[in-house]
């Protein structure tokens, strides 16, 4: 079975940094490429970045560009998200889905949540 | 960046109606649209993908049209269980760009 489970979210203050992590079974991870996708309480989903299978290409939201940086360890089977300088407005729910087109499987989701 | 502007932002409707969704991009994407599902407190759910294509395991009331700017998603006879909110998503450049989103309410 296609699974993505991500981990890592919490509670930190504005200015902190925060890791989350995605790991994926049931399917070949190093051949696709892996988006994270947010979505903040009782708004709509926003396209955060984006990792091809070899980490040639990679893609960020204005908003976090600079901020945030993907990875990924083929090896692990492991997709990340490192997030630095939060802000309130990073609160939402994360998502990693598989896919270039956007995500064809999610995970669950991680609720991250930037409060003094 | 590409926008894409989703009609309506919600509907109600009757078990069996048919129900259209609309999403409009604001430069051509050729084909390069899904369609996603989300009920309250679940991830989203592919239902569609290249603007027509059913993803495996969707009912087939569900169907998408369209290309260049104009994109549809019909259900063709609306169950209780399509109570949800549905989204497009371009997927012709980056940054990937989601509609605002339409609440399917169940009269």
């Given at each position: 079975?296609?699974?993505?489970?991500?981990?890592?979210?919490?509670?930190?203050?504005?200015?902190?940094?925060?890791?989350?992590?995605?790991?994926?079974?049931?399917?070949?991870?190093?051949?696709?490429?892996?988006?994270?996708?947010?979505?903040?309480?009782?708004?709509?989903?926003?396209?955060?970045?984006?990792?091809?299978?070899?980490?040639t290409?990679?893609?960020y939201?204005?908003?976090?560009?600079?901020?945030?940086?993907?990875?990924?360890?083929?090896?692990?089977?492991?997709?990340?998200?490192?997030?630095?300088?939060?802000?309130?407005?990073?609160?939402?729910?994360?998502?990693?889905?598989?896919?270039?087109?956007?995500?064809?499987?999610?995970?669950?989701?991680?609720?991250?949540?930037?409060?003094? | 960046?590409?926008?894409?502007t989703?009609?309506?932002?919600?509907?109600?409707?009757?078990?069996?109606d048919?129900?259209?969704?609309?999403?409009?991009?604001?430069?051509?994407?050729?084909n390069?649209l899904?369609?996603?599902?989300?009920?309250?407190?679940?991830?989203?759910?592919?239902?569609?993908?290249?603007?027509?294509?059913?993803?495996?395991?969707?009912?087939?009331?569900?169907?998408g049209?369209?290309?260049?700017?104009?994109?549809?998603?019909?259900?063709?006879s609306?169950?209780?269980?399509?109570?949800?909110?549905?989204?497009?998503?371009?997927?012709?450049?980056y940054?990937?760009?989601?509609?605002?989103?339409?609440?399917?309410?169940?009269?």
């Amino acid at each position: 079975e296609v699974q993505l489970v991500e981990s890592g979210g919490g509670l930190v203050k504005p200015g902190e940094s925060l890791r989350l992590s995605c790991a994926a079974s049931g399917f070949t991870f190093g051949a696709y490429g892996m988006n994270w996708i947010r979505q903040a309480p009782g708004k709509g989903l926003e396209w955060v970045s984006f990792i091809s299978d070899s980490t040639t290409y990679i893609y960020y939201a204005d908003s976090v560009k600079g901020r945030f940086t993907i990875s990924r360890d083929n090896a692990k089977d492991s997709l990340y998200l490192q997030m630095n300088s939060l802000r309130a407005e990073d609160t939402a729910v994360y998502y990693c889905t598989r896919g270039n087109w956007g995500g064809d499987t999610w995970g669950q989701g991680t609720l991250v949540t930037v409060s003094s | 960046d590409i926008q894409m502007t989703q009609s309506p932002s919600s509907l109600s409707a009757s078990v069996g109606d048919r129900v259209t969704i609309t999403c409009r991009a604001s430069q051509g994407i050729r084909n390069e649209l899904g369609w996603y599902q989300q009920k309250p407190g679940k991830a989203p759910k592919r239902l569609i993908y290249t603007a027509s294509s059913l993803q495996s395991g969707v009912p087939s009331r569900f169907s998408g049209s369209g290309s260049g700017t104009e994109f549809t998603l019909t259900i063709s006879s609306l169950q209780p269980e399509d109570s949800a909110t549905y989204y497009c998503l371009q997927h012709n450049s980056y940054p990937r760009t989601f509609g605002q989103g339409t609440k399917v309410e169940i009269k």
